[in-house]
């Protein structure tokens, strides 16, 4: 067992929306440490599956765990190696994507995600990237500090913050940077003061906005007629992007491309909640790609029965690869 065991978060829920068949081709686009990958595989009966995630570190695990030739493990970021299955035409019944970080990552001091324990300032999720926490930290203006945290932390004191980072350069390790951001905000509560802060800059560092919205977009592409996507997020900032792009897709009408299978994301029952804290933000969003659009009846002039061409041309056609 890895040391940091990871404990796939809504797994139940998952299994229920998804609901993974016999035969079954699937694809998960954050593998991470194959919670979530071995209880799909296991009712799919490890039919052909491509399994991604960015950090070399879990897709070493996975090669170890996972020795079926059917599985395609890639160690790439989900929206290049998405770009790529497109590209070859490739299309999955199932689709997962459990955003943001696995517990390994929040556990080992060396991969500087974590404000409680000391460690580098590092958060790369793929360590062979050259930008890293510590780079941003003391090498961005103060404003571009500000924005970050702002936008990427939701932090009202982010200018605060910014200028007691500044002042205090250069700022090595996580504990310090942490102690810099519980003097500036002052702030007492139930989370950690400089929650927001890391949460901004591990989202700087890995741009995962830039990476979900670029991709969310190509997954409802790679999804078969009929089959069904699964994303779970972790903070308000992505489940705005899986919300608006399943709303797009899910339109009334004949243009729309997905059934919404979640009308409200779904989350961790209490159980869950007190066994697994990362459970405590996730939400769970669910939808199946329509299979064949219902041709809409209309009569012309004469009186004659006739399909409504206009809604069958144009670019927003059901995509056909
Ligand atoms: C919450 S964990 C997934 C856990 C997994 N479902 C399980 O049950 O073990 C998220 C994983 O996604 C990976 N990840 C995050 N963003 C990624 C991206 N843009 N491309 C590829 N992998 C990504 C992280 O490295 C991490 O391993």
Redesign the pocket.
């Known amino acids: 067992m890895h040391r940091n065991k990871?404990h796939?978060?809504l797994l139940a829920e998952v299994l229920t929306y998804l609901a993974p068949e016999e035969g079954q081709t699937y694809l998960?686009?954050?593998?991470?440490?194959?919670?979530?990958?071995k209880a799909i595989l296991a009712k799919t009966k490890n039919s052909p599956a491509v399994l991604?995630?960015?950090?070399k570190s879990?897709i070493d695990y996975l090669k170890n765990q996972i020795k079926t030739k059917n599985v395609n493990l890639i160690h790439?970021?989900?929206?290049s190696?998405s770009q790529k299955l497109l590209k070859d035409k490739t299309q999955f019944d199932l689709i997962?994507a459990?955003?943001?970080?696995?517990s390994p990552?929040l556990n080992t001091a060396s991969r500087g995600f974590s404000f409680a324990i000391e460690g580098p300032l590092d958060m790369r999720?793929?360590q062979s990237q050259t930008l890293t926490a510590e780079q941003i930290v003391n090498g961005y203006s103060e404003k571009q500090l500000a924005q970050a945290i702002r936008s990427y932390g939701e932090e009202p004191k982010a200018k605060k913050i910014a200028k007691s980072i500044v002042r205090n350069r250069p700022v090595i390790s996580s504990k310090e940077l942490a102690n810099i951001v519980t003097t500036a905000v002052r702030r007492r509560g139930k989370t950690h003061p400089a929650t927001k802060t890391f949460q901004a800059l591990r989202i700087e560092v890995?741009q995962?906005l830039q990476?979900?919205e670029a991709?969310l977009p190509l997954w409802l592409e790679l999804l078969s007629p009929g089959g069904r996507i699964a994303i779970?997020s972790f903070h308000s900032l992505e489940d705005r992007l899986v919300k608006k792009a399943f709303k797009e897709a899910g339109g009334q009408g004949y243009d729309a491309t997905l059934k919404l299978l979640t009308k409200q994301p779904v989350t961790s029952d209490k159980n869950e909640l007190f066994t697994n804290p990362r459970a405590r933000s996730a939400k769970l969003r669910a939808a199946v790609k329509i299979k064949t659009r219902p041709q809409p009846v209309t009569s012309n002039r004469l009186g004659r029965k006739g399909t409504h061409a206009h809604a069958y041309s144009g670019k927003k056609q059901f995509p056909r690869l």
């Open positions: 990871h796939p978060v998960d686009l954050t593998a991470g440490y194959g919670g979530h990958a991604i995630d960015r950090d879990a790439q970021d989900f929206l190696a997962l459990d955003l943001g970080v696995s990552h999720m793929d890995n995962e990476q979900l991709a779970i």
